[in-house]
């Protein structure tokens, strides 16, 4: 048990190496990569799913803790081990890649052995950043996805692919770039104070920085969170590689990549700075908040199904990044919570998407129309997903979004009130859509003798769907391994309240956080009798 976490992130890779020396001259051996590549990663989920069973959730601390030296001379080590935050978002990672590897079973069919590779490497990466608590080991494993993204993007995506991959590269490594920087920073920091270097991210936890260094530092940091969230206005590269994108490179870039911003904003900018978190937290909240409304607006005259959903999780992960910044207990289990409902709900609506761009290939809405007649039971599944996304009670979109409108009222009731327009809106243009989609007369004939979904697609959307229906109705199976990580958090940041209070804050919002009573747990009960 000692060496699962690291067996779980580098079995991807050994997969990708296997795959390597497959010979698959011309493709006739597409099959079996694409089998092998499953079974491996099946069995990635499998790990992740052991890990969830050996872990405490009652434990406040790291557990599948190892550490070994890599670099001593700078203090760089390979330390890696998970909370329940980042337990939760591993077993994410693990269920997304393989029903996206299925998904891709019957678009791609060029360089498939090459194709399967890139996925590989790229869930370790994910997991390497969720798992990683040595700064410069998370910095190499952030940067490390870049590579397979990018590629999944320049070579299986649609016509403007090459665009859409040099756009969303660029914009990441220039965020990227600026949280180097900042690491180092830290790192003499810990230099200058102890006369070691340390990238260990629990003792940089401790470390005195000074005010003013504080907040040029937490904002190398947000800025590159931000940009991968991404939180407007630095959400420009999201369409454009979504939309691009192939089938699985948008069910992982919105399932679990666009999550590293916001877990980097709980796990590093949040806890490491809290006094400058603090002091910025309004300002951030209120680009959160114009990102709801913005993201939701622009969604709601997309005439492409992917360009809809797209911005859509421009406007869903503006709740999250409010939910941080509210930093008390229900505003930032709700934001954890609703990382991973986002990752279930969207990575579905891009499955839905692309079964319908594989058959009729195009994605404009005014193609279709009348499809419950002709799909069934993928109309089914495409209500399940878009109730889910439109956070209706007893799904997982709701459990997220009432905690973080609920944390975000105790904090400051306008941003709440204005962030709930975003939920009245979200219903508007989900539902539009899934009614120009599926109902109706069948007007455009190529549509009257599509096919249902195939056992593939089955086993591809169905799992999606339960889980979605599961969440919903079983919220505490998910808020409670979370809550001690959670709660530690909210208490670091908050304990340095007294020092930000001096300091005057930007309009609109008071920074006065409300402390939850001690070891308060958002949990079913409280959300049926609050409701």
């Given amino acids: 048990m000692t060496a699962l976490l690291t067996l779980t992130i580098f079995l991807p890779l050994a997969g990708a190496l296997l795959l390597l ?27 992740t799913l052991l890990l969830w069973r050996g872990f405490d959730p009652a434990g406040p601390e790291f557990q599948f803790v190892e550490r070994h030296a890599w670099i001593p001379l700078f203090g760089i080590e390979y330390y890696i081990g998970i909370d329940g935050i980042s337990l939760l978002l591993i077993v994410l990672t693990g269920f997304l890649t393989p029903v996206s590897l299925l998904s891709s079973w019957g678009s791609v069919k060029k360089k498939v052995k090459e194709f399967s590779i890139f996925l590989l490497v790229l869930e370790a990466a994910m997991i390497g950043v969720f798992a990683a608590l040595d700064l410069f080991l998370f910095y190499i494993f952030w940067d490390a996805m870049l590579i397979p ?49 340390s990238f260990d991210l629990l003792r940089l936890y401790a470390l005195e920085i000074p005010t003013s260094t504080g907040q040029w530092f937490f904002l190398a940091f947000a800025l590159a969170f931000a940009i991968k969230v991404p939180l407007f206005p630095l959400h ?38 809290p006094e400058a978190a603090l002091q910025f937290a309004p300002w951030i909240a ?45 505003g930032m289990q709700g934001a954890v919570y609703q990382m991973l409902a986002h990752g279930i709900s969207t990575g579905g609506l891009f499955l839905i998407v692309g079964m319908l761009s594989d058959r009729r290939h195009t994605r404009l809405i005014v193609e279709f129309g009348g499809l419950k007649g002709v799909m069934p039971q993928l109309t089914a599944a495409f209500m399940v997903i878009t109730l889910a996304s439109i956070a209706l ?26 962030a709930a327009s ?33 056992v593939r697609e089955w086993w591809t959307i169905g799992p999606v769907a339960a889980l979605a229906i599961v969440m919903g109705v079983f919220p505490n199976v998910f808020l409670a391994p979370m809550a001690p990580a959670v709660d530690r958090i909210v208490t670091r940041v908050q304990s340095h309240q007294a020092h930000v209070v001096a300091v005057e804050p930007p309009a609109p919002a008071s920074p006065t956080v409300l402390v939850p009573p001690a070891g308060q747990v958002a949990t079913a009960a409280s959300l049926a009798s609050a409701q």
Wanted: cysteine-free.
């Fill in 236 to 273: 420009t590269w999201l369409p454009d590689a979504h939309v691009e994108a192939p089938t699985a490179g948008s069910v992982i870039l919105a399932g679990v990549l666009l999550k590293m911003g916001t877990y980097g904003l709980v796990r590093f900018a949040f806890p490491l700075f």
């Fill in 422 to 454: 975003g939920v009245i809106l979200s219903a508007v243009y989900m539902l539009w859509m899934f009614q120009r989609v599926n109902y109706g007369e069948v007007t455009n004939q190529k549509n009257a003798s599509l096919p249902d979904l195939s």
């Fill in 21 to 47: 020396v497959v010979p698959n001259r011309d493709g006739a051996r597409d099959g079996l990569v694409r089998q092998l590549t499953l079974v491996v990663s099946i069995a990635v989920f499998g790990l």
């Fill in 393 to 418: 009670p007893l799904t997982n979109g709701f459990v997220g979004e009432f905690l973080i409108l609920l944390g975000t009222y105790r904090w400051d009731w306008r941003f709440a009130a204005v």
């Fill in 286 to 330: 209120v680009l959160a908040v114009v990102g709801i409304v913005y993201g939701a607006l622009v969604a709601m005259v997309q005439p492409d199904m992917k360009k809809l959903v797209a911005y859509s999780s421009v406007s869903h992960l503006g709740f999250v990044v409010l939910g941080i910044t509210a930093v008390n207990m229900q």
């Fill in 149 to 197: 993204m990018y590629f999944l993007i320049g070579v299986w995506g649609y016509e403007r692919r090459i665009y859409a991959a040099i756009k969303f590269i660029l914009f990441t490594m220039a965020g990227s770039v600026l949280m180097l920087v900042a690491i180092i920073g830290l790192a003499w920091l810990h230099k200058s104070a102890t006369g070691a270097y």
